[in-house]
């Protein structure tokens, strides 16, 4: 989350105003209790944007906080903590051994959810810019000024705005089209993550009955179908990666002040993915 986020996260000042809320009930002066919900400001501002820092440099484009593709991170995040839990819990041989490599294709799907949730968020500023009633309104306009133009240079200009606007409306549309993919494959590989830890449960639970040699087999299968789930991820990358090259290339919607922000961070996205 940016210094701006932060600063508008209504959460912040919740906190601190129940800190000096509380200050002032335990007895502390005004004055006192001010600084402590200052303190408790700052602290909160400052780890929400170290905690997205991080977040984007894992995952590349940052992430709007508390949207659908930010629930479907933490809850990657929380299926991978099991994983771990997992891990950890198993003895030295030939289960810890698989566990392994299971453990590093469940970190490579979180970081592939991530970059999708960044996209996403993209996608979704994107659509936020191009307004497709307004877009509408003046396709109609324009188709109607067309069939009364006086004369054909009035019908070229008429003409030349007409495709204008319709080009938007295909952004639009791919738009769209690029943030149902990108929703609908973070929700497969995520809903996968959480099976996949369910199976594991089951298997390290029957592992006890069974030879090392099977649990291991079980569980090599496992990330296996891990493996599965991240496959076909390049596709719908690059399907969102055209759709916001397209918006970018029709230029900062009229009124809006986010379009050089959403530029720059495509930008940087297309470097980290070229590095």
């Not at 289960?95 to 968020?121: C, K, P, W």
């Not at 649990?215 to 759709?243: H, P, Y």
Request: proline share 4%.
């Amino acid at each position: 989350m940016s210094l701006r986020s932060e600063v508008r996260d209504p959460w912040t000042y919740v906190l601190s105003g129940l800190a000096v809320g509380l200050g002032w009930a335990a007895g502390i002066s005004l004055p006192a209790a001010a600084a402590v919900g200052l303190g408790v400001y700052v602290v909160k501002t400052a780890a929400g944007i170290l905690i997205n820092t991080d977040r984007e440099e894992a995952g590349g484009l940052p992430i709007e906080p508390r949207s659908l593709e930010d629930a479907w991170v933490r809850r990657a995040e929380r299926a991978v903590r099991q994983f771990r839990s997992l891990g950890g819990s198993v003895s030295p041989g030939p289960v810890s051994e698989q566990f392994a490599r299971i453990g590093m294709e469940s970190e490579g799907a979180l970081t592939d959810v991530r970059r999708l949730a960044g996209q996403a968020s993209s996608v979704g500023e994107a659509l936020a810019h191009v307004d497709p009633d307004r877009l509408a309104r003046e396709e109609a306009r324009l188709s109607d000024d067309l069939a009364r133009a006086p004369g054909d240079d009035v019908a070229a200009e008429i003409r030349r705005s007409l495709g204008s606007v319709r080009s938007q409306l295909e952004v639009r549309q791919r738009l769209e089209q690029a943030q149902a993919k990108l929703m609908a494959r973070m929700e497969s590989v995520v809903l996968g993550l959480e099976s996949l830890v369910a199976k594991l449960v089951e298997v390290l639970t029957l592992v006890e009955a069974q030879s090392p040699v099977e649990g291991a087999q079980r569980i090599d299968e496992l990330a296996d179908e891990l493996e599965g789930l991240r496959s076909g991820l390049q596709e719908t990358e690059d399907l969102s990666r055209r759709a916001l090259s397209a918006y970018q290339d029709q230029g900062e919607a009229p009124g809006t002040s986010s379009g050089s922000t959403l530029r720059a961070r495509l930008r940087n996205d297309r470097r980290r993915s070229s590095a």
